[in-house]
């Protein structure tokens, strides 16, 4: 018990002077060690590191998981079976439980039906899209937001451990600093009113005894507090060691964050494209299901929809005109078009686009081209040109510049 005491008695002192030394630091009447500029070079790179590293990772589970309710709770029902040593039951997600309801209504209402079987398609290929974004999520969360959950709660915190120490010893280096300062201080002064002669003729020459007694005292102070100073001083170049060589880890860190963006990368890119295959091959299936019943309605181009342009609507006429136009623009030789000499633009595409047919030309996002229209052509279409490329581009995958 006696030894508790002490060492709690101790602690409080050390915890006091600390204190009493960090006020002085910040009043500026206590002087403070600086460290050198590529250590605070390191300290800032790292707080850099840390902070980016916090927002990237808790921005990705948002986009990973949008709804914050249903993220709270897969995180709890997640801690809970870690805690209990068991396996997280699998359950449907959004994407997987709309393609069930559209089967099962499909079922009820009868798959022979037109609107039973596109339901049927429908939800089958929702399902598909649901299953790729589970994989995607699985995948993302073991190659991407593990090691920066790892970074944030492993190694900051071992970083952020061994900063405070390193605080803590500096703020005692300087404490013996400025005891020792005192001590000498102190031990001048003795000195100097022990310097004078005294008159022994006095009946009592005791300032002479008392000044060299203070002086001797002074002395063993000074030694003491320089004992304490070096002491310090090791501590905290010890301290300071450690402290840098984890905080130029921080690169190895970079590098291990850039491999897990790249894998990142290519499971983002291996879900969309899975994502588009199963869009193409839907569209397919609803092309050959129902082109009888909605000719058009699923050919998947701009300006094919039979109510564009309002002309198809219940009740009304198809005026004959339109018909011979959109006949006229299907059969419409691309290689026999010539550029006006006046109308041309150049337009920016937002998006790739990949040819349909050898009269249509294929995108690439970003690049530039030229684009012009003519004569009985469908507005929701251009001809663009790229070098000595040819063809028709939907308007909807460009920007057209002035």
């Not at 001590?183 to 009592?204: H, I, N, W």
């Not at 203070?214 to 070096?230: G, I, P, Q």
């Not at 970003?366 to 490329?389: A, C, F, H, K």
């Amino acid at each position: 018990m006696d030894f508790n005491v002490k060492k709690f008695a101790s602690d409080a002192g050390v915890f006091f002077t600390r204190a009493v030394q960090f006020t002085g630091e910040k009043l500026g009447q206590s002087e403070k060690t600086e460290l050198d500029a590529h250590f605070e070079n390191l300290l800032s790179r790292a707080d850099s590191t840390k902070n980016w590293t916090e927002k990237i990772f808790r921005q990705t589970e948002v986009l990973l998981q949008p709804n914050p309710i249903d993220h709270t709770g897969a995180r709890i029902e997640e801690f809970l079976y870690e805690k209990l040593d068991r396996t997280v039951p699998s359950r449907p997600n959004n994407g997987e439980l709309l393609g069930q309801y559209m089967q099962d209504a499909a079922k009820d209402f009868g798959v022979g039906t037109p609107y039973g079987s596109t339901l049927m398609h429908v939800g089958d290929c929702e399902r598909r899209l649901g299953s790729a974004h589970r994989e995607f999520l699985q995948t993302s969360a073991i190659s991407f937001l593990t090691p920066l959950r790892n970074f944030l709660e492993g190694d900051w915190r071992t970083i952020s451990k061994e900063r405070r120490l390193l605080e803590n010893r500096r703020l005692d280096l300087d404490s013996c600093k400025a005891r020792l300062k005192k001590a000498k201080l102190a031990e001048s002064k003795a000195a100097c009113e022990g310097e004078a002669v005294p008159d022994f003729q006095e009946t009592r020459p005791r300032n002479y005894v008392l000044s060299a007694s203070a002086s001797a005292l002074w002395s063993e102070e000074v030694d003491k507090a320089e004992h304490e100073l070096r002491v310090a001083q090791t501590e905290f170049d010890r301290q300071a060691e450690v402290t840098r060589l984890l905080l130029e880890g921080i690169s190895s860190t970079h590098v291990n964050h850039l491999r897990c963006l790249h894998e990142f990368v290519e499971a983002q890119t291996a879900y969309y494209k899975q994502c588009h295959l199963h869009m193409q091959d839907l569209k397919k299936e609803l092309d050959s299901s129902n082109g009888d019943v909605f000719p058009n309605a699923f050919a998947g181009k701009p300006g094919h929809s039979m109510a564009s342009d309002g002309s198809s609507s219940p009740g009304k006429a198809v005026d004959p005109l339109d018909v011979a136009s959109t006949v006229e623009t299907d059969t419409l030789k691309i290689e026999e078009v010539q550029a006006p000499a006046t109308g041309t633009r150049k337009a920016k595409v937002l998006y790739d686009y990949d040819a349909a047919d050898t009269s249509e030309l294929s995108l690439l996002a970003d690049e530039l081209i030229t684009v012009y229209t003519v004569p009985g052509m469908d507005s929701d279409w251009l001809v663009g040109e790229r070098g000595n490329q040819k063809g028709k581009v939907p308007v909807t995958y460009l920007e057209l510049l002035s």
